[in-house]
T-cell receptor
Framework: TQLLEQSPQFLSIQEGENLTVYCNSS?????LQWYRQEPGEGPVLLVTVVTGGEVKKLKRLTFQFGDARKDSSLHITAAQPGDTGLYLC???????????FGRGTSLIVHP | KAGVTQTPRYLIKTRGQQVTLSCSPI?????VSWYQQTPGQGLQFLFE???????NKGNFPGRFSGRQFSNSRSEMNVSTLELGDSALYLCASSLVMGQGSGELFFGEGSRLTVL
């Protein structure tokens, strides 16, 4: 059973477009993290959110944690080819400190 | 500082063989966790070691095993390989894994192909 559902699974856009990817669950998470994985490399942490309703910005990336701490979104403004990669969300819940990962959103930004 | 190092990066095995993968964590990190990544299942947690002890284990068969040495380096072993074991195996180190909100630093992975 996949606790974290990410959507869309694939996204192919042109440079300059905006996009939002989603991470949803029926479980409540004590914290949620977003990672980006580029081809041939391991995932790299982008952000950790811990408070319901929290919004964090990282340059053109905006991360939001849902009020009920069951979902999160990542919005990218004016996407660039360098944003291409697999975006993964990972959450800790149910007293477990082992993060569960979603299957990811594969993003391709065309120049 | 040096990142997480995994060896080998690529390997090809045949069904029934066994394989050992190695991971050197970031200096000072005592927690090492292993994940299997496949297109269909995403990242699946295998196990986590801290101070040479396995603290957490995922839902994988006993063919998957691991260990951690006193210098925090870790190895994982897969015996009696099956075609479905073909995957990218990722190692991640952390300062405070097991206590929540600990950032995971991943290596580049070992890509295993089973023929």
């Amino acid at each position: 059973t996949q606790l974290l559902e990410q959507s869309p699974q694939f996204l192919s856009i042109q440079e300059g477009e905006n996009l939002t990817v989603y991470c949803n669950s029926s479980s409540v998470f004590s914290s949620l993290q977003w990672y980006r994985q580029e081809p041939g490399e391991g995932p790299v942490l982008l952000v950790t959110v811990v408070t319901g309703g929290e919004v964090k910005k990282l340059k053109r990336l905006t991360f939001q944690f849902g009020d009920a701490r069951k979902d999160s979104s990542l919005h990218i403004t004016a996407a660039q080819p360098g944003d291409t990669g697999l975006y993964l969300c990972a959450g800790e819940s149910g007293g477990s400190y082992i993060p569960t990962f979603g299957r990811g959103t594969s993003l391709i930004v065309h120049p | 500082k040096a990142g997480v190092t995994q060896t080998p990066r690529y390997l090809i095995k045949t069904r029934g063989q066994q394989v050992t993968l190695s991971c050197s964590p970031i200096s000072g990190h005592r927690s090492v966790s292993w994940y299997q990544q496949t297109p269909g299942q995403g990242l699946q947690f295998l196990f986590e070691y801290f101070s040479e002890t396995q603290r957490n284990k995922g839902n994988f068969p006993g063919r998957f095993s691991g260990r951690q040495f006193s210098n925090s380096r870790s190895e994982m072993n897969v015996s009696t390989l099956e075609l479905g074991d073909s995957a990218l195996y990722l190692c991640a180190s952390s300062l405070v894994m097991g206590q929540g909100s600990g950032e995971l630093f991943f290596g580049e992975g070992s890509r295993l192909t089973v023929l």
